[in-house]
């Protein structure tokens, strides 16, 4: 049986036989409460709505329990929108925390950098500009490795850090954008009409096989994310002090850029754009840690959250008339990214 050993600091040591894992209890706890909190919450939201469903009804639906009716309204319409919701969040808030550590940087998040634009302009394009039997999903990660490797490139001089790299990446998405844009004008209204969730993120109607290649993605992606926290978590530190603690450097950054842009892509694959995730759910991971370490998985469940309520409430603020879930997430989480902002600014002043 697993033993705990006694909270003497603030870790404790998880032991099996002869394996032991250290954890974090501040972290850990953060961790099952936000659990809890995004299981209530998805069993509310897919009861939510004029049927009359419980939580607990819901949740007997979604595992093929109920009423036909029932069945058909959760199983086909309600869990669908729901795990596009949580892979997509939990995919934008990992990357998020990935690439703020890499870049040492808060503002660096893959919408600010231009991965975001770059997968919008090559979905895109797969509709209304080159249409190709290659679906707007594949295409996605396509466009997010062109735009990383694009601003990391012109970025060379600056490194991996510094508002030159931001600078950089503000810039190249501003050409995305722009060649999205172009390609909407030019599209005869069908094609614009098709790619236009793409360019603003939503939930609606989301192809399965892109929300299953997402949780694949992901299964492999935050394992992944989580074996690289320790170097994260010292390479926030100079590179020579990094390299003296036996970071190798140039390795982890290309890992980490890598698997930013690999979950990234497959969000935006799904969502599209969705602004602000990135951005707030890691620095929210790292309020509720106590900023220990690099919350990675804390990050993930933190956007997941984010990305659920939102898209409620963008389906019933201004029912039956719904608001895409990228209008949602910029009108509510950039008061919230300010206020984080000037709080930590009036914090630092004498």
């Given at each position: 049986m697993p033993r705990i050993s006694p909270p003497l600091t603030a870790h404790c040591v998880l032991r099996l036989g002869d394996y032991s894992l250290l954890l974090h209890r501040r972290s850990s706890t953060v961790a099952l409460f936000l659990c809890l909190a995004l299981l209530l919450s998805s069993a509310w939201i897919l009861a939510f709505g004029a049927n009359g469903l419980t939580p607990w009804a819901a949740l007997r639906a979604a595992f093929g329990q109920g009423e036909p009716m029932q069945l058909l309204l959760i199983r086909e319409l309600r869990v669908p929108r729901l795990l596009s919701g949580l892979f997509s969040g939990a995919a934008l808030g990992a990357a998020g925390c990935l690439l703020q550590t890499?870049?040492?940087?808060?503002?660096?998040?893959?919408?600010?950098?231009?991965?975001?634009?770059?997968?919008?302009?090559?979905?895109?394009a797969s509709i209304v500009a080159v249409p190709t039997s290659l679906a707007p999903s594949a295409l996605a990660l396509s466009g997010a490795a062109t735009a990383a490797v694009l601003t990391f490139a012109l970025a060379a001089g600056?490194?991996?850090?510094?508002?030159?790299?931001?600078?950089?990446?503000?810039?190249?998405?501003?050409?995305?954008?722009?060649?999205?844009?172009?390609?909407?004008?030019?599209?005869?209204?069908?094609?614009?009409?098709?790619?236009?969730?793409?360019?603003?993120?939503?939930?609606?109607?989301?192809?399965?096989?892109?929300?299953?290649?997402?949780g694949g993605g992901l299964l492999l992606g935050l394992p992944a994310a989580k074996l690289l926290v320790r170097a994260l978590s010292l390479m926030r530190f100079s590179d020579s002090v990094a390299i003296g603690l036996g970071v190798r450097l140039r390795l982890m950054r290309v890992l980490s850029l890598l698997l930013c842009v690999w979950l990234t892509a497959l969000a935006v694959a799904v969502a599209g754009p969705v602004g602000l995730i990135a951005l707030v759910a890691p620095e929210m991971a790292r309020h509720l840690c106590a900023r220990h370490g690099v919350p990675v998985l804390n990050a993930a469940l933190c956007g997941a959250l984010l990305m659920i309520l939102a898209d409620w409430l963008g389906r019933h603020l201004l029912a039956p008339i719904e608001i895409p879930v990228g209008i949602i997430t910029a009108i509510v989480g950039a008061p919230y990214l300010l206020w984080i902002l000037l709080r930590q600014s009036s914090r630092s002043s004498p």
């Open positions: 890499l870049a040492r940087n808060r503002l660096a998040t893959p919408g600010v950098i231009g991965i975001d634009n770059g997968a919008t302009a090559f979905a895109v600056g490194g991996a850090r510094g508002y030159r790299f931001i600078v950089v990446g503000i810039a190249i998405g501003a050409l995305f954008g722009a060649a999205t844009n172009l390609m909407l004008a030019r599209a005869d209204i069908d094609a614009a009409n098709a790619a236009y969730p793409w360019t603003v993120g939503s939930l609606n109607a989301r192809p399965s096989q892109a929300v299953w290649l997402l």
